[in-house]
């Protein structure tokens, strides 16, 4: 009989800092979970959405107050998404595995993962170090650079990174700070500057203010877009980011991905600072995906043993999550 062996708190220092329009990061609460059946083990990670008020020790007081069944359809009918339900549903899919002897992406009905070339954060900072930072990254083999905006000064940070680093691709991510802009100008500007999609330039829940707006860059929902049941208020946005904290697990967010497919939705495929534990189920639903942003683990001082190799900016499928071994 599965149950939930415990769900207990990690934190995870950051590289130096990790830095957004809403403020500093130098380290990550994590929860893990893990689940077990009296033969095999079965773990899962879930960052807290900070933004949503959550932290790991509510995840964790969650995970082990739940009493339903523990199976990955029960989980969506009886749990709230997030990143305790995440947690949880992602240790299952590990157990299952072992269970069956075989990886989770066959279980899913996928094809075999292959490596991902993931972007690379450029945390908001001043030009100068923006710049330093997109060239370091460069030299280190990633081709797609992630810039965080503040809604000031922005042209003059892309135009830095550009500087530093003139042959990335370039995605910026404004984390709702655009919402009194002319969102349209400030997405022509940066268009000039070879800046290939906009992340989240609206306050989530205020997604009318795209109405009408004609920008020249495809524009994605980050914040604004969780689950399924969001899709329908989503039709001003080009793309959406599926991440598995937000989506409450890995079987939220696969059927999210189906379905703003059919939708003619662009898909993204992000995450939150995290070890590669959490990152590895990500991996999965980023297969095809437009944009590959799962550098959480990279971005921490150390990753958990056994973390996913990274090679020439490409994330190689790991050994840590999933294999049915």
């Known amino acids: 009989m599965t149950r939930i062996i415990s769900a207990t708190v990690e934190r995870w220092p950051v590289a130096g800092a990790f830095i957004i329009s809403r403020g500093a990061k130098t380290s990550v609460d994590v929860v893990l979970c893990t689940v077990g059946d009296g033969k095999h083990v079965g773990r899962g990670e879930g960052t807290p959405i900070y933004y949503e008020g959550e932290t790991a020790e509510a995840c964790a007081a969650a995970i082990n107050a739940y009493d339903g069944p523990l199976n990955r359809d029960a989980l969506l009918r009886g749990m709230p998404r997030g990143a305790a339900r ?25 094809a075999p993962p292959a490596p991902l070339p993931t972007a690379f954060t450029i945390s908001l900072n001043d030009p100068a170090q ?22 000031e000064g ?88 599926i991440k598995l904290d937000k989506a409450g697990g890995l079987t939220e967010a696969l059927a999210l ?41 990279l971005l921490l001082a150390k990753d958990r043993e056994g973390g996913l190799p990274l090679k020439d900016g490409l994330l190689h499928p790991g050994t840590l999550w999933g294999t049915g071994q």
């Open 86 to 110: 995440n947690a949880l549903d992602c240790a299952l899919w590990d157990l299952e595995a072992k269970q069956a002897g075989a990886p989770v992406w066959q279980l899913a009905g996928l």
């Open 130 to 151: 923006m710049e330093a930072d997109a060239r370091l990254a460069a030299a280190k083999g990633f081709a797609l650079l992630k810039c965080k905006l503040t809604g």
């Open 154 to 241: 922005d042209r003059a940070r892309i135009a830095a990174v550009r500087a530093g680093a003139p042959d990335a691709r370039l995605i910026v991510d404004a984390n709702e700070s655009w919402h009194d802009l002319d969102i349209a100008a400030e997405a022509a500007a940066l268009a000039q500057l070879g800046v290939e999609m906009v992340e989240q330039p609206v306050f989530h829940g205020r997604e009318d203010r795209l109405v009408g707006v004609k920008a020249p860059l495809p524009l994605c929902a980050d914040e604004s877009c969780h689950t399924r049941a969001d899709l329908d208020r989503l039709g001003d946005f080009d793309a959406v980011n």
């Open 257 to 297: 991905a189906r379905e703003a497919r059919t939708r003619n939705f662009r898909a993204m495929v992000g995450c939150m600072l995290g070890t590669s534990l959490g990152i590895a189920p990500a991996a999965l639903v980023a297969q095809g995906a437009d944009w590959i942003d799962l550098d959480g683990a």
